[in-house]
T-cell receptor
Framework: GAVVSQHPSRVICKSGTSVKIECRSL??????MFWYRQFPKQSLMLMAT?????????EQGVEKDKFLINHASLTLSTLTVTSAHPEDSSFYIC??????????????FGPGTRLTVT | AQSVSQHNHHVILSEAASLELGCNYS??????LFWYVQYPGQHLQLLLK??????LVKGIKGFEAEFIKSKFSFNLRKPSVQWSDTAEYFCAVNSVAGTALIFGKGTTLSVSS
């Protein structure tokens, strides 16, 4: 199946700094990628939908200025957590959707990025 | 708004036992249903999916799920679990193919050998 990578896998940063997380589709082009956040023992919560060449669509309650998403190419979307605070510590997961896969539009998930803000 | 509930938070089984994990969704229209598995330290993998047709769906690794529209349910089953099935299982739904998924809270399955 298709492969989605994320970098870094783990990052520790100080409060007030910014962190960039990359999501790449390695063997297919993804016009749409999704960013999720997962708290311990909790479900994955959709943060935003990232579309190549256009602005991301954020879910209600997600701060656009804090979680900057850029989908500059068909294989790369980035999530930048700006002015990070300890409450931003979480597991961030991206998924990528193949542009054409029949009616199913299967999504492929990255391995996730563990962000710890100290 | 759509939501997904998974009834079992943590299930503990012995090898060879049968498994059924419950999943119910709340949405009145057409839905697409998924089960994902997350093995320790690994990324989410698709076990099976339902879009239309036969409500009994067979997936990888011997898993199957049955869509019961009248009950808004999509329960996951496996007749005989193995130790290697120890993982976190997530039920998910979307209403339009290709849109973001709404996930349940997940069920942790622990299988003892």
């Amino acid at each position: 199946g298709a492969v989605v990578s994320q970098h870094p896998s783990r990052v520790i940063c100080k409060s007030g700094t910014s962190v960039k997380i990359e999501c790449r589709s390695l063997d297919f082009q993804a016009t749409t990628m999704f960013w999720y956040r997962q708290f311990p023992k909790q479900s994955l919560m959709l943060m935003a939908t990232s579309n190549e060449g256009s602005k991301a669509t954020y879910e209600q309650g997600v701060e656009k200025d804090k979680f900057l998403i850029n989908h500059a190419s068909l294989t790369l979307s980035t999530l930048t957590v700006t002015s990070a605070h300890p409450e931003d510590s979480s597991f961030y997961i991206c998924s990528a959707r193949e542009p054409t896969s029949g009616v199913t539009y299967e999504q492929y998930f990255g391995p996730g990025t563990r962000l710890t803000v100290t | 708004a759509q939501s997904v509930s998974q009834h079992n938070h943590h299930v503990i089984l012995s090898e060879a036992a049968s498994l059924e994990l419950g999943c119910n969704y709340s949405y009145g229209g057409t839905v697409n249903l998924f089960w994902y598995v997350q093995y320790p330290g690994q990324h989410l993998q698709l076990l099976l999916k339902y879009f239309s047709g036969d409500p009994l769906v067979k997936g990888i690794k011997g898993f199957e799920a049955e869509f019961i529209k009248s009950k808004f349910s999509f329960n996951l089953r496996k007749p005989s679990v193995q130790w290697s099935d120890t993982a976190e299982y997530f039920c998910a739904v979307n209403s339009v193919a290709g849109t973001a998924l709404i996930f349940g809270k997940g069920t942790t399955l622990s299988v003892s050998s």
